[in-house]
Every structure is written in structure tokens, then in C-alpha cells.
């Protein structure tokens, strides 16, 4: 009698329990062997694939196996597999590739199930507990710009799969508040606002251009240039005036991100470079203690295998770095914080730093020699937004482009779309502005996600707020038509749940639930990865199944109509599932 299987979410690791016990009788004299289970391709036999017979044999051959080779291991596989609901068939092919088909009643009880219990019960579950994901972290008094986008926005996907997968994660905001800038920045408004006490956003005006002075100011001017230097030195002693000073530049600053954020809806808890400060000392006396520290023209370096320049840690002036402050910014992640797993969202082009000072730590033994045992540093590297001319993505006076004015003109050109359509004559003013933020923000961010991030990516508003092909409105636009479905069957899809079956009787109904119930894995594979375009291609393909099931099945007034708006339910439950991780806020009418 087939074992009763409930289904615990990753239906590819409920499989692999199956071959994993299979495996233990096929071979049972302690041969270890890593189960390889993969979801089967489109038009192949099965939906799961158990590729260990060929690897197997090579093990056992010649060892007085019973075996005559991989498609009897496979055989062997197929027969000793448990007994199990989930199963409809086993049959081997070829050199011993055991496919497996999934029952498809079972298939549809597990998604009733999830209709019931909720799409959290279908959380992957990761071997981490707690989690930093280091991502914006833009520098003080300069604008957010295109660049600072795709750190948001992937770093907020990657901390949204981790807070689904049961991970308590620490969002970093690691910005650039210290360092020798503030000094002309700090004496430049001692110039233009005797008075720092009344200084506000407003009349400081663009803080870019403040900046910009400051500087110009500092390259022109030896006398500022020698105030603006000791201006420093006062400010990292703790003279309150400059502390004040310091303080009210980062203020105007905080506002200004807190625009974009607000508009991206990401929630970051600042902790940037002058927090580590106070403990850059100590963690630079234990790496000497160790006898990592070498002194080298006057400054003091980590020797690195494999690297033809040291890590600089100390300057020959005395001062601190970027390195020193991102060891001591780790050292606190993992002693204080207690982080097992430290993400690092940044451009591809901070690749080697980052290769540097995480082998600084494992040659300080903070961190295991392996980089996949825990606790686990990653740096998640993302290429250039450009322009259509294939260069970096500027506005036409060469400037870069400001991530709040980028922002705006998305919503913008997506509220024009809707009111061609003539949205705002059937909606009102808050569902039209609303709709068109949804869209906008949404289209943006899409674009963005379902690259995989190493590659450079083109910034075109055309494309990525059309509503056909892979783009966030076409997505959108799916799954407001479902709900639109839903409502116009007047039924009450809540008591459906409770009292009516799903059925996957044809092919497109059932490879529809195939895809369903493949979420769970998607998101620890787009998880352990890093890499969110996988989450993106899962999404896209799910909407396409969705087309094919609905481009030939009927469902209000059809004789399946109550099993059939269970699965569209079901559809729409993860597609909003999907839109939530990548930090997009669903639409439910079009």
C-alpha cells in the first residue's frame, strides 16, 4: 500500500527522499552517494529524473556486484523505490535514467492543501538562521543615482527570498559616511552658513551641487584646501562643532534616499562606515597579533596568496581605508551580529577588493576555507545600466541620471498609457495613481531582476513598460485578467476551497500544477544562487502555462468551473507570491 506523502513545499526534495531511500537498499554496504534528482525537460519522459545509475556503476564495477551494468542499477533503482502516494509510474530509460511521474491526484490535493493552509506553508528552508544582506549603500551628499539601482533592487529581492525562507536577515545600509570628503564639505558650510545651527534642506538646495562646489572649491583653493584637510582631522578627533556639522550633511542626505526607498518600498536599517569607527582598532590588533600585518612604504598591508598587490589596511599616513573598515565591518557581522551568511550587493567592478579582504579573514581564520560552509561571505556582483547608445546611462548634459527623477518619469509615462486606454474615466483618481505607481515602479524594477545580474542590462522605458513579452506589465496584466475571472464567476472562492475539488485531468491543467508546485524549489535555487532571474523565469513561464491552460479550457460555466477557479486561484496565489519577493506590487484590474 502506497505510503501516505504530505507535501512539505520543495517538491524536488520530497523526490529525492524517495531515491535517497531506493539508493540505501540498491547499495546497502555504506557506498555513499549524493542522490542526483533534476526536474525533468519540456517533451522528455517523467517529471523527475534520477541520474545516479552511470555514476553508480563506475563505483561498484568489479567489486563482485550483482549488477551487469547502469541500466540494471537503474532497474534496481526504479524497483527498491518506497511505496508512495506521490508516484503514479517509475520506468528506466536509456543508460539507466529513472523517470519518475508524479500522480497528478496527488498533485492536485497537495495545491487544495496550499489553497487552505497558505502559500508560507510552501517556504523553502535554508541551513542559515540569520543572514546580512549588505546592499544600497550609497555615499553621503551625492545623489542616488542609475548605479545605486540595481544594488537596491536586487539586494531588496535577495533579502525578500531570504525573509521567505524562514532567515532572519539584517538589510545593511553601508553608506559612505566618513572619509576625507567631509572635511570640504564641512568647511564649505561653515562658509556659505555661518549659522550651521539654521541650516535646512531647502537652502542647502541639491546637495549634488553642493558637493560639487565644495570640490571645485577644493581643487582651486590651497588655502581651503589646507582648512578642509584639518577640518578632518577635528572631525575624527570629535570636536562637537564638526560632529554638528557632520551630522546635519547626513541628515539632508538620509532625506534625500529616504525618497527613493520610500518609492521603491525597501526597508533598510542604516549601519554605515563611521558606526565601525570605534572598533577599527582593536580588529586591526588582532589581525597584527596574528602576524598578518606587514609594514610596506610606510603603510601597514596583508600579504595575499595569489594577489600581485597587498591589502592595504593602514595608510602611511596613519589613516584608515575601505579595507580596514570592511574588516572591521565583518569582524562585527559575525561576532556581534552573529551572522551566518554575509551578502554583499555591488558592482562587478569591487570584485577583487572583495576577493581580497574575504581571504584576509579566512587567513585570520574568521571564516571557513571553504566559501560554501557556513558562516558564508558572497559578494554579489551586478554589471552596468546603459544607455541606448551602449554606453553608461546619463542624461543628455552627461550627468548621471537621478534615481528619483527615473523613478517619477516610470510612473509617469505608465499613468499616460493608462489614461489612453481610458482608465481614468472608469477609475478613480487614487486607483489611477496607484495603478500607475504599481506599474511604473514595478516596470523598473523587472527589467532590472530578470537579467542575470552579471551582464550588463539597456535602460529602455519603451521596452520594459510594453505589455507584451517578458516585462513586468505583461506579468502584471496576467495576473489582474485571473482575478478578473474570478470575479466574474460570482463565486466565493474561499468557500470554494473548503467545500469543492481541484482536478488536473489534461495536460495543459496538469502541467500548470507541475509548475505550481515547482515554486519551493525555484526560490532556494534563486536563494542559493543569488541570483533572482531565476525567480524572473520562473514567474514568466508560469504566466505562459497559465495562456496555454486558459487559451483552450473554459472555466466559467464549463461542468470543471469549480476546479477550474481553484486552479486559477492557485495560479494567482503564487504569481502575488512571486510579485512580493521581487518587491512588486500586484494590480487586480486592468
Known sequence: MAASQEFTGNLKREVE????????????????????????????????????????????????????????????????LPASEMVETCSVAGPGFVNLVLSSKWMAKSIE???????????????????????????????????????????????????????????RNHVGDWGTQF???????????????????????????FYKESKSKFDIDPDFKEKAQKAVVRLQGGDPIYRKAWAKICEISRTEFAKVYQRLKVELEEKGESFYNPYIANVIGELDSKGLIEESEGARVIFLEGFNIPLMVVKSDGGFNYASTDLTALWYRLNEEKAEWIVYVTDVG????????FKAARKAGWLPDSDKTYPRVDHVGFGLVLGDDGKRFRTRSSDVVRLVDLLDEAKTRSKT????????????????????????????KYADLKNNRLTNY?????????????????????????????????????????????????????????????????????CSNLLPNVLCHYLYDLSERYTSFYSIHQVIGSPEEASRLLLCEATAVVMRKCFHLLGITPVYKI
Open 458 to 526: 539597456t535602460f529602455n522605458f519603451d521596452q520594459m513598460l510594453s505589455d507584451k513579452g517578458n516585462t513586468a506589465v505583461y506579468l502584471l496584466y496576467a495576473h489582474a485578467r485571473i482575478c478578473s475571472i474570478i470575479r466574474k464567476s460570482g463565486k466565493d472562492i474561499d468557500e470554494l476551497k473548503k467545500t469543492e475539488k481541484l482536478a488536473l485531468d489534461h495536460p495543459e491543467e496538469r502541467a500548470l500544477g507541475l509548475h505550481l508546485l515547482r515554486f519551493a524549489e525555484t526560490v532556494e535555487e534563486a
Open 183 to 209: 572635511g570640504m564639505l564641512i568647511e564649505y558650510l561653515f562658509e556659505k552658513f555661518p549659522d550651521t545651527e539654521s541650516v535646512t534642506e531647502t537652502a542647502i538646495g541639491d546637495l549634488q551641487s
Open 17 to 80: 527522499k524517495l531515491f535517497d531511500a531506493s539508493l540505501r537498499l540498491t547499495v546497502p554496504d555504506g557506498t555513499s552517494v549524493d542522490t542526483e534528482v533534476a526536474a525533468s525537460l519540456p517533451g522528455k519522459p517523467g517529471d523527475y529524473q534520477c541520474n545516479n545509475a552511470m555514476g553508480l556503476w563506475s563505483i561498484i564495477k568489479g567489486k563482485g556486484t550483482q549488477f551487469r551494468g547502469p541500466p540494471a542499477v537503474g532497474q534496481a533503482i526504479s524497483k527498491n
Open 113 to 171: 492543501k496550499m489553497l487552505i493552509d497558505g502559500i508560507d506553508t510552501w517556504a523553502p528552508t535554508l541551513p542559515v538562521k540569520r543572514a546580512v544582506v549588505d546592499f544600497s549603500s550609497p555615499n553621503i551628499a551625492k545623489e542616488m543615482h542609475v548605479g545605486h539601482l540595481r544594488s537596491t533592487i536586487i539586494g531588496d529581492t535577495l533579502a525578500r527570498m531570504l525573509e521567505y525562507s524562514k532567515v532572519e536577515v539584517l538589510r
Open 350 to 357: 569591487q570584485q577583487q577588493h572583495f576577493n581580497m579582504f
Open 417 to 444: 498609457a493608462l489614461i489612453e486606454r481610458g482608465k481614468d474615466k472608469e477609475w478613480t483618481p487614487e486607483e489611477l495613481d496607484l495603478t500607475a505607481e504599481a506599474v511604473g515602479y514595478g516596470a523598473v
